[in-house]
């Protein structure tokens, strides 16, 4: 019973040589993907600090709290993630365990990137035998840049709440961002006109925002229900399906398993494209810009 | 016998598999197939008819006209819908539903594990059953309570309709640096295997250590302080006090703390596809008239009782791999550990012949998960027990000392067609009972519904 005495008191002097210790000078922010934190970047610049909890080689459904993401979660300022449910199999662990008063939801360290667009796919009738279906409507709202557009007003915002001597820095760097942003937004509708109509198959229903924004028609996908792997029977189905109304390319996201959407493009003969989803999906995403820089690029080269 | 469980398994599964399809006739599936092509085409018809006049209608359009539409319709965030009526505040409830089918080799009535006697609550936990059975029925409700505390129970309603309450703990959400304090009954943070739920366990049983040493898992009514360092690497401390009164403690009536613990545990990633989780933790209980039934030196059964101090060190480590951290496709983990548990203090012999009793002994397990493709997985577990140095003083003459090393070995095959539902296969061979090998299959379902669970790692 000693022992565990003076382990319990060398516990308490740890905590407390924590509560000492200064805070620090940049604004900590874990982003759950990593479009968040390009995005965080553009807007916090040197005042900020950015890690990201996830890659883009990963199925941002399915993350584990692991212990990194839990030191993370401790010292983190400022969460900043897609929300609509994306994050639940995952993220609820990290605010009960790590700790940490400032990321709770409701608190001003909790930032979801969902609350300030329009979601699409809200389903009427929630039920999970309609597959892995977000109460809150599709997550996927990233590929469409112009909800990058509308999250990065709100997170300006809320990088000035979170960090008050820097309001004027954040709000500075969200104008200078957002009219680079219009601009670029424009040019890629223009480079992108071609694709207007453009009959596509997805592997997964991640892309509904991406077609909504460039007029992309999703004639089927590959997975018979959300977060359902395709099945032999359903790809076949698809394959006769694309015979009647032929499609210009399957799409898929980088993380998604290859073998469904190679099978389909072998027999239908219409090229697999693999879009890069978030920043860090390709060579060419190295941030927001290249993100759907290389989105467009890849979709035009698939009608070539 | 082995071998014939297994194919009565393997035809039930495969039965079950075939079932829905069996269900319709050829000739029916070829009419439904023409009905369906017949309606398909009528209606691709009249979408092209429709896509084609929806084009006319769109270059008629000035360019203008379709900018302004574009702005309008994501500009304008919808008001989000203000949740109303007394139920708005309802907490998450989850429901998991399990069922078992067991086939072993011997009769589970004399089951123990030799040199490791388990009071009779503990042993009907851990010992397997024959036939069919419900598995544990678990129901969650959690919520935050306010804005300082999170409140969740979970129930555990067993197939002999008992119900227990596995956890029911407040939680802490606003304490500064890093600390929590939970309150309540609660899983106790030792070890990694003994917080998860039976729901996520890769096998169907606990391991043969902590069914042992724990009589499966410990949980304790009582208080837990956690801290976790702000580090880059994750280091988490913890210290409970507590009631005591799940073995290898007991019930007893007294003030002050029944268990104690504390743990520690260190992890972090390797580059993007390797993840790990360390731990080391102790648990002192202290039991008071500890009562159990063991086979005396005559041969007959006798009761015994221990009043004395017990101390539990686990070791654990665990050790993920995904390719680039997507575990969706595939995935492979790694976890042991070790468990050394020494006790001290006095036993009083078939309630009569008092005497003293010091005991070392130990016990681990190994156990590597492969997911091979998308929902499937495969497991293999290898557990060991040394039943050490056992001295019962005055009663060395009265009691079996066996020199016998407990050992299990199980190999199962899941399937995981959603994160809701599981369907597993077991085989093992277990030689707990020193002379009898029990050579046993499982088939199990596990699934939940209602709130979508978080896990832990």
Sequence with gaps: MLSIKSLLTGVMCAALAVFATPSFAVVNILACEPEWGALAQELGGDKVSIYNATNAFQDPHRVQAKPSLLARARSADLLVCTGAQLEIGWLPILQQQAGNAKIQSGQPGYFEASQFVRMLEVPARVDRALGDIHPGGNPHIQTDPRNIGLAAAGLAKRLAEVDPANAAFYQGNYKTFAARWSAAIANWEREAAPLKGMAIVVHHKAFVYLENWLGLREIATLEPKPGVEPTAVHLSEVLAQLQRQPARAVVRSVYNDARGSQWLSERAKIPVVVLPFTVGGSEQAKDLFGLYGDTVNKLLAALK | ?457
């Excluded at chain 2, 703990?169 to 304090?181: E, K």
């Excluded at chain 2, 837990?224 to 006090?241: K, N, P, S």
């Design chain 2, 1 to 457: 016998m082995l071998k014939k469980s297994f194919m009565v398994a393997a035809v039930a599964c495969v039965a079950i598999l075939l079932l829905p399809q069996a269900a319709f006739a050829a000739d029916d599936i070829t009419t439904l197939r023409q009905e369906l092509q017949r309606l398909r085409d009528s209606y691709e018809q009249r979408i092209t008819a429709l896509e084609q006049r929806l084009a006319q209608a769109e270059r008629q359009a000035t360019a203008a006209v379709v900018v302004a539409a574009k702005a309008e319709t994501i500009a304008a965030v919808p008001p989000q819908s203000a949740p109303t009526g007394a139920n708005a505040f309802n907490p998450n409830i989850s429901l998991i539903l399990s069922g078992l089918y067991g086939n072993l080799s011997r009769n589970p009535a004399a089951y123990q594990i030799t040199g490791f006697p388990l009071p009779n609550d503990p042993l009907a936990d851990v010992r397997p059953r024959r036939g069919f059975s419900l598995g544990e029925t678990e129901l969650g409700i959690s919520a935050n309570v306010d804005q300082l505390f999170y409140g969740a129970m979970n129930f555990s309603i067993h197939p002999d309709n008992t119900v227990s309450t596995e956890e029911a703990f407040v939680q802490t959400t606003t304490l500064p640096a890093g600390l929590t304090l939970k309150a309540g009954r609660y899983f106790s943070g030792i070890g990694y295997f003994n917080e998860q739920h039976a729901h996520t366990w890769d096998f169907v049983d606990a391991p043969l250590a902590y069914q042992a040493f724990l009589g499966g898992q410990f949980n304790n009514d009582g208080v837990q302080m956690r801290w976790v360092a702000a580090t880059d690497t994750f280091l988490e401390i913890g210290a409970e006090v507590g009631r005591g009164a799940h073995y290898p403690g007991s019930g007893r009536n007294k003030n002050g703390s029944g268990a104690s613990a504390i743990f520690a545990h260190a992890g972090g990633d390797v580059g993007m596809s390797h993840s790990w989780r360390g731990g080391l933790s102790l648990l002192a209980t202290a039991p008071q008239d500890r009562q159990w039934n063991d086979i005396g030196t005559v041969g007959t059964t006798v009761s015994n009782s221990f009043t004395g101090s017990s101390k539990l060190w686990i070791a654990d480590g665990v050790w993920k791999w995904a390719p680039m951290g997507n575990a969706h496709i595939t995935h492979f983990k790694l976890q042991g550990e070790y468990l050394r548990r020494i006790e001290n203090g006095n036993l009083v012999f078939n309630d009569a012949l008092p005497g003293s009793y010091a005991a070392t002994q130990s016990g681990w397990y190994l156990q590597g998960i492969y997911q091979f493709a998308p929902y499937w997985r495969v497991g293999l577990r290898s557990d060991r027990l040394a039943t050490g140095a056992v001295d019962y003083g005055a009663n060395n003459a009265n009691l079996l000392r066996p020199g016998y090393a407990p050992a299990r070995n199980a190999l199962m095959l899941d399937y995981n067609p959603s994160e809701f539902s599981r369907i597993r296969l077991q085989f093992a061979q277990d030689k707990s009972l020193q002379g009898v090998t029990d050579n046993q299959v499982f088939l199990q379902y596990q699934m939940s519904l209602g709130a979508h669970g978080a896990h832990k790692f």
